[in-house]
């Protein structure tokens, strides 16, 4: 009995160890809705989803959510789209609010808009309408870093050119190159696979199988003395 419990737990520890550790080690945030109206690479998102590299969130009319990073947190307004990234949020359209005070930053085509103190609690909303994007600095200066319009200088980094938004101040640009490149998950739909009840059940039931099988099985062989 002792060798079947050992037998059954090893088991357990095999098929559900290595799914927590892709877990901890790739998830990188939260995202917070009504589970109403927000999407995680085109499903829809539950009311607490694990976030991932790569996934794109969208929330559409009337709905709202809310990014939970260490040390961060992003409120999303309705109709936008954004791919999430652990260190910036790659903006498509539409408007965030974001509280950090790890220098999270947000990159809306050739723009990226940083906090100048990065580990300072900083507070500034993006909003990107038609291509024309709206910086407002709340608490704390943020930069904003715009490659230039020439293709040669794009080439150039050093060409870039900054402006700072003070607290309190609002400053518009264009994107420049366009609406950002949205990459799909290194895995299609990791994040809300992970939390939706179509593979979780079925992995469930994977687990349930194998443990019946080391349960059920009778302790000694079959033989033609005992079958």
């Known amino acids: 009995m002792q060798f079947r419990l050992r037998h059954i737990a090893s088991v357990l520890?095999?098929?559900i160890l290595p799914v927590s550790l892709i877990a901890q080690d790739t998830a990188g945030a939260m995202l917070q809705s009504n589970g109403v109206g927000v999407l995680v690479n085109r499903y829809p998102a539950a009311a607490t989803t694990a976030l991932f590299p790569k996934d794109l969130v969208e929330t559409q009319k009337g709905t709202t959510g809310r990014i939970e990073i260490t040390g961060s947190t992003a409120d999303l307004g309705a109709e936008t789209m954004l791919t999430f990234q652990p260190e910036e949020l790659v903006l498509d359209h539409g408007s965030l609010s974001v509280h950090t005070t790890r220098g999270l930053r947000v990159r809306v085509g050739c723009l990226l808009v940083t906090p100048v103190n990065p580990s300072d609690w900083t507070q500034y909303?993006?909003?990107d309408l038609d291509g024309k994007v709206t910086v407002k600095a709340n608490q704390k200066d943020v930069y904003i870093d715009a490659q230039s319009k020439n293709p040669q200088d794009i080439k150039h980094p050093e060409q870039s050119k900054r402006d700072i938004v003070k607290e309190g101040e609002?400053?518009?640009r264009e994107e420049k190159c366009g609406g950002?490149?949205?990459n799909g998950p290194t895995l299609p739909g990791l994040?809300?696979?992970l939390n939706s009840p179509y593979v979780l059940w079925p992995a469930v039931g994977v687990v349930v199988g194998i443990t019946c099988w080391a349960v059920c099985r009778p302790?000694?062989?079959a033989s033609p003395s005992a079958p």
Do not use: E, H, M
Request: proline share 6%; charged share 15%; glycine share 6%.
């Open 13 to 15: 520890t095999a098929v």
């Open 125 to 127: 909303d993006i909003v």
């Open 170 to 172: 609002q400053k518009s």
């Open 180 to 182: 950002a490149y949205l």
């Open 191 to 193: 994040g809300a696979a």
């Open 219 to 221: 302790d000694n062989p």
